[in-house]
């Protein structure tokens, strides 16, 4: 498996991966799979920034992963949204980790000092349209829960909650890195 920056050529193959999660999955809120142009568009506006990867196995993307900003004022620069997606029926196969592991190094090398994750989680046991895996994969990678809020998502007539966690990825003091935005590789 090799991990390779993500073109406009992987939007079709990329949103095949994606469709899933809207249509059977509380994973993401949204509620309709967004067109190939959107798509295209959105890898575009999100890589010209910030490291947009994915996963290839014998030449079949298997998953993708990039950061997006946390937020648009100035003093935000140093943290990003981390989101990951792997290819149903490849779960647990290390996929989702060398993703994440390489979007942190391009972080790293790009200034980012925080990486966060908006992660949806379910209100109740055994629900069928939400899991806590993710919760649990970015506890592995080292991130940290910092805050919940309470059925604020609502999707197939259920009600989740959110949560944010967070890794730090270096020293937070009065003289930190400039990100170089646009300026990562992998």
Not at 1 to 9: A, G, S
Not at 104 to 131: F, Q, W, Y
């Amino acid at each position: 498996m090799r991990i390779e920056k993500v073109t406009l050529e992987d939007a079709a193959e990329l949103l095949s991966i994606y469709e899933p999660y809207v249509k059977d999955t509380a994973i993401t809120f949204e509620y309709d799979v967004p067109t190939i142009e959107e798509f295209r568009n959105r890898i575009q506006n999100i890589s010209s920034k910030y490291p947009y990867i994915k996963a290839v196995d014998k030449g079949e993307i298997v998953g993708y992963a990039y950061a997006s900003a946390f937020k648009d004022r100035k003093a935000y620069d140093r943290a990003v949204e981390t989101t990951v997606y792997v290819k149903q029926g490849r779960h647990g196969m290390g996929i989702g980790k060398a993703l994440y592991n390489e979007l942190e190094k391009s972080l790293r090398n790009m200034g980012i000092l925080n990486m966060n994750a908006c992660i949806a989680v379910p209100v109740k046991e055994n629900d069928a349209h939400l899991t806590d895996d993710s919760y649990r994969f970015h506890l592995k990678m080292g991130f940290s829960l910092v805050g919940r809020f309470h059925r604020v998502g609502f999707k197939f007539n259920v009600w989740y909650d959110m949560i944010w966690m967070e890794k730090m990825l270096g020293e937070h003091d009065s003289n930190p890195p400039k990100v170089r935005f646009g300026e990562w590789t992998i």
